[in-house]
């Protein structure tokens, strides 16, 4: 197991966690303009170190969540914004470039601090 990706949220918006009922979170880097803030959790823009692919998992606080298929986009959009879309719907054909989509189960609680990581097995 490699880890490819690691961050921690720095901040939440006052609205990011309304988009948890439609199972999908927004995540961006701490520059992101002030009117998309309040719906992001903030994160350091850092390097991943290979590339995010279908197959590899994302844990959230050490929970796992199988990644089913990645937007073209989300490679550069994560490594120079920060800024990408999790939707936990299971999709395995991506419809949005910069979204990375994950099996469809349960999201845990999003705080300051939460862990995010990925791996390739």
């Not at 901040?11 to 719906?39: C, H, R, V, W, Y």
């Amino acid at each position: 197991m490699k880890t490819i990706y690691e961050n921690k949220v720095k901040s939440i918006g006052p609205f990011a966690n309304s988009f948890l009922e439609e199972n999908m979170f927004i995540l961006f880097g701490t520059g992101a303009p002030q009117d998309l803030k309040d719906f992001c959790y903030q994160i350091d823009v850092v390097e991943a170190e290979g590339e995010i692919q279908a197959g590899d998992k994302l844990f959230i606080n050490n929970v796992p969540f199988e990644i089913t298929s990645a937007g073209n986009l989300v490679q550069r959009n994560l490594t120079t914004l920060g800024h990408i879309t999790l939707r936990f719907d299971g999709s395995t054909t991506p419809e949005l470039p910069g979204t990375l989509y994950l099996e469809n189960k349960e999201i845990p609680a999003i705080e300051m601090g939460t862990e995010l990581k990925i791996v390739h097995e």
